[in-house]
């Protein structure tokens, strides 16, 4: 009988399966994360530091649509630029998820012994903090990564390159700089402390632990849940975005009008960004570029769930019967050293 894996091999396992799944799920939808991202940058002027100032002109507003802007990139930059910063994009994705799902299924024994103390009625809770917690560990980790790509998504082609975000961002504010988003990064880890409530209650509703499950409920399920945590959580996704695509003014960093403008936007915090948001461009504002980030996020969390379930089974197997040969061999190992010293 072979002993039950540890805590930390199941926390390998799942995370390993949640990297692969991650890193599927980016390559397949990747066009959408850039369109999202450079509809979630916008702002009325094409400058981010006047968003928190009412529009002086009286001018309408007329702000690019999902179709604009993929017409945009494709006119400017070719079919290559649906495709800018793929790569740091793909190691984040799998950086993410494999924190993630490493810190969720760490702390999964600890939340299990608070959800049985605190009784069915904390359930819910307990399970939003589980995943809450998980996902703000994973911030930390990430947002440097993360600042990066979304320098590199919104960026021209001519100054597109990883250096250059690198740099750009380090001379913008210092090494902090590359946690200046942190704030929203971090209230929007309910995102994934939501996802994987609710898929833990479909779960425990069907009766069926995630091996069970088929690729259909699989991608339903992931389809299904975050479809519902994106829709509460955007607002903050969309200001997450816009600070860090903010550039301070070429020639103007330290001093000016215009710099004194940026750093007064990045001085007011995140809840007077969202309220200048919506003097602005209204409470509509706070959900521009919803739809390609509602269906980029579903289909991503959908096609991440269902190959993480199922490679996670696979892993699990393999893991199990490489800990089953291993024992086998140290007890040969002990039988043939019994056998020389007798």
């Known amino acids: ?178 946690w200046s988003s942190l704030a929203p990064g971090l209230l929007i880890c309910i995102n994934p402390g939501m996802t994987q409530t609710i898929q833990d209650r479909i779960r425990g509703y069907r009766g069926k632990r995630r091996h069970e499950l088929t690729a259909a409920e699989s991608l339903w399920m992931g389809l299904v849940s975050k479809a519902i945590a994106s829709v509460v959580t955007y607002p903050l996704s969309r200001a997450k975005t816009q600070m860090q695509t903010l550039r301070a003014p070429v020639g103007k960093a330290q001093s000016g009008e215009s710099g004194s403008r940026e750093s007064a936007v990045q001085s007011r915090g995140l809840l007077s960004y969202l309220a200048a948001i919506c003097r602005k461009e209204g409470v509509a504002g706070l959900f521009r570029g919803l739809w390609p980030d509602l269906v980029k996020k579903a289909l991503g969390e959908a096609i991440l769930t269902a190959v993480r379930d199922k490679v996670g089974v696979l892993l699990a197997l393999v893991w199990t019967s490489l800990a089953i040969r291993r024992q086998k061999l140290r007890r040969q190992r002990l039988i043939r050293f019994q056998e020389v010293r007798s």
Do not use: W
């Open 1 to 178: 009988m072979s002993r039950a894996p540890t805590s930390v091999n199941n926390a390998v396992v799942d995370a390993a399966a949640g990297a692969l799944g991650g890193l599927v799920s980016t390559v397949m939808i990747y066009p959408l994360d850039v369109v999202k991202t450079r509809l979630q940058a916008s702002s009325s002027s094409g400058n981010l530091s006047q968003i928190v100032e009412e529009d002086e002109t009286g001018e309408d507003t007329i702000f690019p649509s999902f179709v604009d802007t993929v017409r945009d990139l494709v006119r400017r930059d070719g079919v290559v630029g649906l495709y800018a910063g793929l790569a740091p994009s793909a190691i984040k994705s799998s950086l993410t998820t494999y924190v993630f799902y490493f810190c969720y299924s760490s702390l999964r024994r600890t939340f299990r012994h608070i959800e049985r103390s605190s009784g069915p009625s904390a359930a819910v809770l307990v399970n939003l903090a589980h995943g809450t917690i998980a996902g703000a560990m994973t911030q930390v980790v990430v947002m440097p990564l993360d600042m990066i790509i979304a320098r590199l998504q919104t960026s021209d082609e001519e100054s597109r390159s990883f250096i250059g975000a690198v740099k750009g961002i380090y001379r913008e504010g210092g090494l902090v700089n590359f």
